[in-house]
Structures are given as structure tokens and as C-alpha cells.
């Protein structure tokens, strides 16, 4: 069956880094475009940053580009978010999601809170 299983999250101070992963099954990935989203409390979930299937190409929200660099390895199934530079407004669970069509998969979840 379908998985995306987010991990690599943590507390981390303001200026640290992480970095995420999702590992993804039951799908044939690179066929897939691929994003990061996070959920602040109260908040929406919000887009941060995408990768698309083949051509990986890439894009960011404003407020983390130049921290974020967002990665994919089509032969191990796997989507990386680097996050460098980390601050508090960074704090939210992130997630994984990958589209293709019409489908839609989501993983569960990673917290990421940044403190000190």
C-alpha cells in the first residue's frame, strides 16, 4: 500500500539545522511531484517547498528560501528538506505530499520546533 513516512524533525535552537526526510512505498515515485508543507498551530497547512518527478525542478516559499533546499533520490524513494538557519516561526509539523494527477498521498508527519 501507499506510504510517505516523514522523519528527522526535533527541537532545535534558532540558528540550527535539520534535515527531513520521507521515504516513500507503494508508488512509482519519480513519477511524482513532491512537496513539503508545515502546519503551525492555529494555523493552515501551508506549501514550503516542491520538487517535481523527472526534471526535478524546484521551488520555495519566499520565507525560506536561501535556509531550505529541498532534494529528491528517485532510485531510493526518497525526499530530503535541509533546513538550515532555523527560526522560531519555522515551528510546525511538517509533511510530505505527492501528486500526480489526480492522486494525492500524505504522510503523517514530523514535529519541528525551534527553540531555545
Known amino acids: 500500500q501507499v506510504q510517505l513516512v516523514e522523519s528527522g524533525g526535533g527541537l532545535v535552537q534558532p540558528g540550527g539545522s535539520l534535515n527531513l526526510s520521507c521515504a516513500a512505498s507503494?508508488?512509482?515515485?519519480?513519477?511524482?511531484?513532491m512537496r513539503w508543507y508545515r502546519q503551525a498551530p492555529g494555523k493552515e497547512r501551508a506549501l514550503v517547498a516542491g520538487?517535481?518527478?523527472?526534471?526535478?525542478?524546484?521551488n520555495y516559499v519566499d520565507s525560506v528560501k536561501g535556509r531550505f533546499t529541498i532534494s529528491r533520490d528517485n532510485v531510493k524513494n526518497m525526499m530530503y528538506l535541509q533546513m538550515n538557519n532555523l527560526k522560531s516561526e519555522d515551528t510546525a509539523v511538517y509533511y510530505c505530499?505527492?501528486?500526480?494527477?489526480?492522486?494525492?498521498?500524505w504522510g503523517q508527519g514530523t514535529q519541528v520546533t525551534v527553540s531555545s
Open positions: 520538487i517535481t518527478g523527472f526534471h526535478q525542478r524546484r
Open positions: 507503494g508508488f512509482i515515485f519519480s513519477r511524482f511531484d
Open positions: 505530499k505527492a501528486t500526480y494527477g489526480n492522486l494525492n498521498y
